[in-house]
Nanobody, 126 residues
Framework: QVQLVESGGGWVQAGGSLRLSCAASGRTFSNYAVGWFRQTPGKEREFVASISWGGGRTVYADSVRGRFTISRDNAKNTVYLQMNRLKPEDTAVYSC???????????????????WGQGTQVTVSS
C-alpha cells in the first residue's frame, strides 16, 4: 500500500505561481510512476502531468505544457508540480496518483493508477 498526501494548494492571483507536493509513505516510492490530475465541480477529472519512476520521462496536458513542471525527489518520497503563469481556468482540486511501474513509462489515464491522494484546492483569481 502507498499513502499519498498532497500539499501546497491555496489562493493565488492570475499570473502567479504555486508548487504542489505529493508525499508518499508506506512503500518505496521510487518504483512508482506518478501523475497529477485536477477536477472542478460538475466536470470529469482531467489529466495534468505524469512522471516516470526515475524522473527521466514526463508528459503534460496541452493546457499546461510550458507552464507546469512535474519533478520528483525519490530520496524524499515526494513528487512536485510547479505551476507558473496560473490562469483562472487552472482553478481545481489537484490530486496525485501512483502506480507501480519499473519500465519507465508515464500514464495519462486515471484508470492507470491504483493509489490516490485526497487532493488540494488551487484557486486562481482574475
Amino acid at each position: 500500500q502507498v499513502q499519498l498526501v498532497e500539499s501546497g494548494g491555496g489562493w493565488v492571483q492570475a499570473g502567479g505561481s504555486l508548487r504542489l507536493s505529493c508525499a508518499a509513505s508506506g512503500r518505496t516510492f521510487s518504483n512508482y510512476a506518478v501523475g497529477w490530475f485536477r477536477q472542478t465541480p460538475g466536470k470529469e477529472r482531467e489529466f495534468v502531468a505524469s512522471i516516470s519512476w526515475g524522473g527521466g520521462r514526463t508528459v503534460y496536458a496541452d493546457s499546461v505544457r510550458g507552464r507546469f513542471t512535474i519533478s520528483r525527489d525519490n530520496a524524499k518520497n515526494t513528487v512536485y508540480l510547479q505551476m507558473n503563469r496560473l490562469k483562472p481556468e487552472d482553478t481545481a482540486v489537484y490530486s496525485c496518483a501512483a502506480r507501480r511501474d519499473g519500465n519507465g513509462y508515464v500514464f495519462q489515464g486515471q484508470n492507470d493508477y491504483n493509489y490516490w491522494g485526497q487532493g488540494t484546492q488551487v484557486t486562481v483569481s482574475s
